[in-house]
């Protein structure tokens, strides 16, 4: 999976999980402060991202948590 199609995946659970329109969410986008996730959505968010193989802990769930560094995340 190449850079592009990570971010096309992201942009489509958080679609799914908090209701942001694919087209309003940007790779440089926090989670937390831009896209507005509370703890049940992220709950969500990151149990979905766990079936690309990325785990995120709970040190890593801050404002500079961003659409991007996410979709490296998963082309690793």
């Known amino acids: 999976m190449n850079n592009e199609e990570a971010l096309s995946v992201i ?5 799914e999980v908090n209701g942001t329109p694919v087209n309003d969410i ?3 986008d926090s989670l937390i ?3 507005a996730m509370d703890s ?3 709950i969500e968010f990151l149990i979905r991202l766990e079936e690309f193989g990325v785990k995120i802990s709970e040190s890593q769930l801050t404002d500079a948590l961003t659409v991007e560094r996410i ?5 690793k």
Do not use: D, R
């Open 26 to 28: 940007n790779p440089n």
């Open 11 to 15: 942009k489509n659970i958080i679609f």
């Open 40 to 42: 049940v959505e992220l």
């Open 33 to 35: 402060t831009k896209l």
């Open 71 to 75: 979709s490296q995340m998963i082309v």
